[in-house]
């Protein structure tokens, strides 16, 4: 039942706003984008004759690491081959049965930690009944580290500590963990247990994300889309790159707001053909939302446009993740009850959502 309700409070990324798609001289003006913090107001295009994807290249941060180009060319928006995962507690929606294998591209266990000589005296004040675990984690198990921070991190059979937490996620994320990599950057977007720094959690959503961790993809997309670059303006190209990447894995909010961004013309050209079939995969996947989007704008869509689009809609079909980068361990039972001692207030300036609520 926590763990349900901390899901369902950051359900929504940065882009939930409720304005709807009205027409005004033949031109959509205004799909507002989940709950964003900059206000930008919607652009007033006409919509476009051609209806192939035309996103702009991705644009990284220089500290990042690079990803392999996929928007230096038009290419289909809608795969079509078929890779769906079963569905993922740490993320908002269920995603589809897979019904296709996919090579692994990262490392099929937790990996060994080569050092935790480090974090001897932090690990030395845990509660005696979680010795052998402590014992495991100082010699390296990777599992072990895991489910230590996991408990670290929700004051599972000892106090809370967000610090350590983000120490024990470093070491992993270091070894090159997907999944600690996506938790190590959350510590850093929020500012839990160490300073707040959105380039470092930039660039560790970005090392996650290169590993095919779909939930990192859209985090990612949701800082460059939130946040002025170095224009003083968000990076709506990056954005919508990294929010493609996502929708193509079948994170729900990643699709809804990648049709937003298509029905704006915001980081791509607009092409509301495109934000119909992305608006008809989230509502595919129970955003109520999403599907009274796509059927306003299908009213803008002429016959044989609205029917190109509900043929992408149709034919649509999200890549299977690798489960080995997106599942971590399943956290064991707790050798003591839940405790908050030494943990903030509720909603204090660490744990508060950075302008919007992730996955």
Avoid: C
């Avoid at 994320?173 to 707040?196: I, N």
């Avoid at 959690?201 to 170095?230: C, D, F, T």
């Amino acid at each position: 039942a926590r763990l349900r309700a901390e899901i369902d409070r950051r359900r929504r990324p940065l882009l939930l706003g409720l304005a709807a798609i009205v027409l005004a001289l033949g031109a959509l003006q205004a799909i507002s984008m989940r709950p964003t913090s900059n206000g930008d107001a919607a652009r007033a295009t006409q919509p476009p004759t051609v209806l192939a994807d035309t996103a702009a290249p991705r644009t990284e941060p220089k500290s990042e690491p690079k990803a392999e180009p996929r928007a230096e060319k038009p290419e289909p928006a809608m795969p079509a081959e078929a890779r769906p995962i079963p569905a993922d507690p740490q993320t908002t929606q269920s995603l589809p049965t897979p019904t296709e294998a996919k090579p692994a591209s990262a490392r099929s266990a937790v990996p060994q930690v080569s050092s935790m000589a480090s974090l001897a005296g932090d690990l030395s004040a845990l509660p005696a009944g979680l010795s052998k675990l402590r014992q495991a984690a100082q010699d390296g198990d990777g599992v072990a580290v895991w489910e230590l921070a996991g408990r670290a991190a929700d004051g599972r059979g000892l106090p809370r500590d967000l610090s350590l937490a983000a120490k024990l996620y470093e070491k992993l994320a270091g070894a090159g963990y997907a999944p600690a990599q996506y938790k190590y950057a959350g510590h850093f977007e929020k500012g839990a247990g160490l300073v707040r720094d959105l380039d470092k959690a930039k660039m560790w959503y970005g090392r996650a994300a290169e590993q095919g961790h779909a939930r990192s993809m859209h985090n990612l997309a949701v800082i460059y889309a939130e946040n002025p670059g170095a224009t003083g303006k968000p990076d709506y190209a990056s954005a919508a790159s990294w929010f493609r990447q996502g929708a193509e894995y079948g994170v729900r909010d990643s699709q809804y707001n990648l049709a937003v961004l298509y029905a704006r013309g915001l980081g791509l050209t607009q092409d509301l053909a495109q934000s119909y079939a992305w608006f008809a995969a989230a509502a595919a996947q129970g955003d109520e939302d999403a599907g009274k989007k796509r059927d306003d704008v299908a009213t803008k869509l002429n016959p044989s446009d609205l029917a190109a689009a509900r043929s992408l809609a149709a034919n649509f079909k999200p890549h299977r993740l690798d489960r080995a980068v997106n599942e971590p361990p399943v956290s064991k039972d707790a050798a003591g009850p839940m405790t908050l001692l030494g943990a903030p207030a509720p909603m204090a300036p660490a744990l508060a959502p950075a302008g919007r609520k992730g996955v």
